[in-house]
């Protein structure tokens, strides 16, 4: 969770304090569903006007992923 507003210049904190690879790392261990539902529970948002919820638009679109076999 970014702890200061990210219109504001200067450096961004993550709230563990860990380094930016440590998460994807440990994301990267995750099945794709396992992430999604991590992004779902944090309540993350996103940053346009109606700050629709970045969880359920991954999940949205993990839903919408096509496979073609050739």
């Not at 504001?8 to 999604?36: C, F, M, Q, T, Y």
């Not at 779902?40 to 839903?63: I, N, P, Q, V, Y």
């Amino acid at each position: 969770m970014v702890k200061n507003n990210i219109q504001k210049k200067g450096e961004v904190l993550l709230s563990d304090n860990l380094p930016a690879e440590a998460g994807l790392r440990k994301a990267l261990k995750k099945r794709p569903e396992e992430v999604i539902q991590e992004v779902l529970d944090s309540g993350l948002r996103g940053r346009g006007g109606a700050g629709f919820s970045t969880g359920l638009k991954w999940k949205l679109a993990e839903r919408q992923r096509t496979f073609s076999v050739l």
